[in-house]
Every structure is written in C-alpha cells, then in structure tokens.
C-alpha cells in the first residue's frame, strides 16, 4: 500500500472512531426520548399494547439513564392499568375448545387458546373466535382499567349438518298408545246413572205414606 493510501486510510479509521460513536449515542438518544413520548400519546389513547413495547425500547440500558429510570416507571404503572382477560370457549355439548384463533378489531391476538390471561387494550372492541369447521361467534366487549384476569365465557355452535346440529325427528304416537309429554287428552264425561224401578217405587211408598 502506498503512503497515501496508508494516510487515507489511517484518516478514515480516526474518524469514525472519533466522530461515529458520540454521532451514534445521540442517535439512540433521541431514539430513547422519542419511544418514550409516544408511549405517553398512546397511553393516553388507551393502546396500552403498543405503549408498552415502546416503554420496553426506551428502558433499555443503552438509552440514557434519566430516560430508562423515567420508561420503566412508566411501564409498571401501564402493566397495573392494562386489563388482562381469560377466554373460555365450549361447544354446543359444554366440551372446552383449545383449537381458537381469537381476534380483536380485526387483528390477530390469539392463534391457540392456552388457559392464560392476555393483556388487551382499553374500551370497547369487536372480538371474534372462530373454530375450524363451525361457525364464527362475535361479540362486542368492554375491558376497563385494572381489570385482571376476566374470564369470558363464548358458545360455540356446532358445524351445520353435524350429529349433533341435527336433532332427529319424532315419531307420530301410535293409536291408542299413552300420550306424549305437552300433549293433553280431554278427559271422558261421567256416565250419567239411571234410577232403578225399584228405587222409583220405594220413593212413590214414601210420598203417599207422608200424605195421610
């Protein structure tokens, strides 16, 4: 290598030891402070998801020190306040169902139900659970703040056509067989006694006896 080429070299080496480091620290540095105002903004917003991932960045020991204390103390407080929730999901015959793909306004939370509470976000959403081979059930719910551990209960129907979607049929009751249940039978009419003749005359004996 010649000596000018020796000398560039030596030139650019010196520089991005001196100039790179302290332009790259300023960098992560307004990375830090930045992560740190947007978790506030969606804090705010109630997106309590997407603030702590941006709490998670901005707490990280290669952010400056005042801005990883000020981001993990906002990051306890946000795990206290966001709510967490437990989806139990049964079929028509109350066997439990694992096999669930959960989302929430669309977007995917959940592709396996495991019996653990999941964080979700503040407010009302549409939350939709579908089952291979059954029709998808949706619902709107409400999470609140310091809501932990909610368990909510969703019925799934069984797939159209199934054994067990298709009741069979009754059979017509049979002629003079008991009646089936709901169904009422008029009951019969008292027979209505004739009096004998021989009581007839014992109560003519009586009236004429009264008379004289």
Do not use: W, Y
């Not at 206290?80 to 939370?109: M, W």
């Not at 407010?123 to 939709?128: F, N, Q």
């Not at 027979?191 to 004998?196: A, K, L, N, Q, V």
């Not at 004996?205 to 004289?212: H, I, L, M």
Request: with cysteine.
């Amino acid at each position: 290598m010649t000596t000018p080429a020796r000398l560039l070299s030596f030139f650019f080496a010196a520089a991005i030891v001196l100039v790179g480091p302290p332009a790259l620290a300023e960098d992560m540095k307004l990375k830090c402070i930045q992560a740190n105002t947007d978790a506030q903004s969606l804090r705010r917003e109630g997106k309590l998801s997407a603030a702590r991932e941006q709490l998670r960045m901005c707490s990280e020991s290669k952010c400056p020190s005042l801005v990883s204390a000020d981001c993990i103390k906002r990051l306890d407080e946000l795990e206290n306040a966001q709510p967490t929730v437990i989806f139990d999901v049964f079929d028509a015959s109350g066997h439990e169902l694992n096999e669930v793909t959960v989302t929430v306004d669309g977007r995917n939370l959940l592709d396996r139900l495991g019996g653990t509470a999941v964080a979700v976000d503040l407010g009302e959403h549409v939350v939709t659970f579908a089952v291979e081979g059954r029709p998808a059930v949706t619902q709107k719910l409400t999470f609140r703040e310091g809501e932990k551990s909610r368990h909510v209960r969703v019925a799934v129907a069984d797939a159209p056509g199934s054994a067990a979607a298709v009741a069979p049929a009754a059979e017509p009751a049979a002629a003079g067989s008991a009646a089936q249940p709901g169904h009422c039978r008029a009951a019969p009419r008292p027979r209505r006694r004739r009096p004998s003749a021989r009581s007839a005359r014992d109560r003519l004996s009586r009236t004429r006896a009264a008379t004289r």
